[in-house]
Nanobody, 115 residues
Framework: QVQLVESGGGLVQPGGSLELSCAASGIIFSTYVMDWYRQAPGKQRELVASVSSGGSTSYVDSVKGRFTISRDNAKNTVYLQMNSLKPEDTAVYYC?????????WGQGTQVTVSS
């Protein structure tokens, strides 16, 4: 049984920081690409950041220089460090594990950026 459990969401003021974590079980974590997606109210879900099994990373333009994705294969965990948060970063953030032909989603964690 595959489980992806996100944590670390919450309410933060503009300019603040949060670190999301996603603990995976039931998969050979080191062989999967790990993604963070987000979905804001009334908007489509978007891919925010990815880290390959080899550690290569990519980001959507709107978070480049502010967010950092990383993985710890020993802990079966992927992280998203979010700095300089903006109100437009408010969304439910989802952890995703991909290895063709499999894709697994977590249940999401709410991030709200507001003063």
């Amino acid at each position: 049984q595959v489980q992806l459990v996100e944590s670390g969401g919450g309410l933060v003021q503009p300019g603040g920081s949060l670190e999301l974590s996603c603990a995976a079980s039931g998969i050979i974590f080191s062989t999967y690409v790990m993604d963070w997606y987000r979905q804001a109210p009334g908007k489509q879900r978007e891919l925010v950041a990815s880290v390959s099994s080899g550690g290569s990373t990519s980001y959507v333009d709107s978070v480049k220089g502010r967010f950092t994705i990383s993985r710890d294969n020993a802990k079966n965990t992927v992280y998203l460090q979010m700095n300089s948060l903006k109100p437009e970063d408010t969304a439910v953030y989802y952890c995703v594990a991909r290895r063709n032909p499999f894709t697994y989603w977590g249940q999401g964690t709410q991030v709200t950026v507001s003063s």
